[in-house]
Nanobody
Framework: QVQLVESGGGLVQPGGSLRLSCTAS????????MGWYRQSPGKGRELVAR????????NYADSVKGRFTISRDNAKNTVYLQMNSLKPEDTAVYLC??????????????????WGQGTQVTVSS
């Protein structure tokens, strides 16, 4: 069992930056796939970014490409989401996800083994 705890959310003005962190309760080496989702009122849960452990390859939603960067530090059991040039439409609860499968299917389908509780990001002037 892995527990995920997110931090780093908050209120930021449009054009600003935030870095979210997701720290796991045990080694991330068991989780090949890590990702960040977001959910806002009236919208479904959206996969924002994911990263694999075998080759550290990454994928992003079109809406955040060029602005967000996902990274992982297995030595610190932590995954990060650097968010730049934030827009009001980025406002959401951001959730960390982790999956032990040796592929990316589950995390891409929104069915990872583990979820964090989420951290609120609000982009507003």
């Amino acid at each position: 069992q892995v527990q995920l705890v997110e931090s780093g959310g908050g209120l930021v003005q449009p054009g600003g930056s935030l870095r979210l962190s997701c720290t796991a309760s045990r080694s991330l080496f068991i989780c090949n796939a890590m990702g960040w989702y977001r959910q806002s009122p009236g919208k479904g849960r959206e996969l924002v970014a994911r990263i694999s452990n075998d080759d550290f390859s990454t994928n992003y939603a079109d809406s955040v490409k060029g602005r967000f960067t996902i990274s992982r530090d297995n030595a610190k059991n932590t995954v990060y989401l650097q968010m730049n040039s934030l827009k009001p439409e980025d406002t959401a609860v951001y959730l960390c996800a982790a999956d032990e499968a040796p592929n990316l299917y589950a995390i891409t389908a929104g069915k990872p083994d583990y979820w964090g509780q989420g951290t609120q990001v609000t982009v507003s002037s």
